[in-house]
């Protein structure tokens, strides 16, 4: 059975750095993009980007001169930074498996979500 | 970035009515498009990708259609548990992009 979980604090100041990871269990590790959504409370959802097991990104461009994501291929795990972080980055966070497809993917396994707040 | 639009907004309706939820790209998807539902406080649930192919596990009562740039998501005979928020998501292009949701309550 595949799980994802994420992990890191749920509480950061603005302009500090946003650090989560998502630990995967079951399934493989090299098959599929390691996915990073957002959504701000009642909003919709946003794609942040993915890593794959080589290391290979790909980043939204609203995003991209402040994320940087890394992989951990010895534990099956991968992370998130967002640095320089304000009020507009209070989100839920979840990390996602996504489907390679001739187009782009598709997310099949979601992790539960963790909730980050921006404030001092 | 390619924008999508779901239609309506909110959808109230009756168990064991028939619905359906519209999504529209900004420009051609091809068939890249999947559907998610999303209860609170909860992960998305993938149900449908490549705009009709239906995910493992998910009732038949859930089938979707479309291409190019007009989708959409029909349920059946709607149950309990179909009250929800549904979200597209095209991904034929970078960066990925989601609809405004369709919330699904009861009439």
């Known amino acids: 059975q595949v799980q994802l979980q994420e992990s890191g604090p749920g509480l950061v100041k603005p302009s500090e750095t946003l650090s989560l990871t998502c630990s995967v269990s079951g399934g493989s590790f090299t098959t599929y993009y390691w996915t990073w959504i957002r959504q701000p409370p009642g909003k919709a959802l946003e794609w942040i980007g993915f890593i794959y097991y080589s290391g290979t990104t790909k980043y939204n461009p609203s995003l991209q001169s402040r994320v940087t994501m890394s992989v951990d291929t010895s534990k099956n795990q991968f992370s998130l930074r967002v640095t320089s972080v304000t009020a507009a980055d209070t989100a839920v966070y979840y990390c996602a498996r996504g489907v390679p497809s001739y187009g782009g993917n598709s997310f099949d396994y979601w992790g539960q979500g963790t909730l980050v707040t921006v404030s001092s | 970035d390619i924008q999508m639009t779901q239609s309506p907004s909110t959808l109230s309706a009756s168990v064991g009515d028939r619905v359906t939820i519209t999504c529209r790209a900004s420009?051609?998807?091809?068939?890249?498009l999947a559907w998610y539902q999303q209860k609170p406080g909860k992960a998305p649930k993938l149900l449908i990708y490549?705009?009709?192919s239906l995910e493992s596990g998910v009732p038949s009562r859930f089938s979707g259609s479309g291409s190019g740039t007009e989708f959409t998501l029909t349920i059946t005979s709607l149950q309990p548990d179909d009250f929800a928020t549904y979200y597209c998501q095209q991904y034929n292009m970078y960066p990925f992009t989601f609809g405004p949701g369709t919330k699904v309550d009861i009439k």
């Open positions: 420009e051609t998807v091809n068939s890249w």
């Open positions: 490549k705009s009709s």
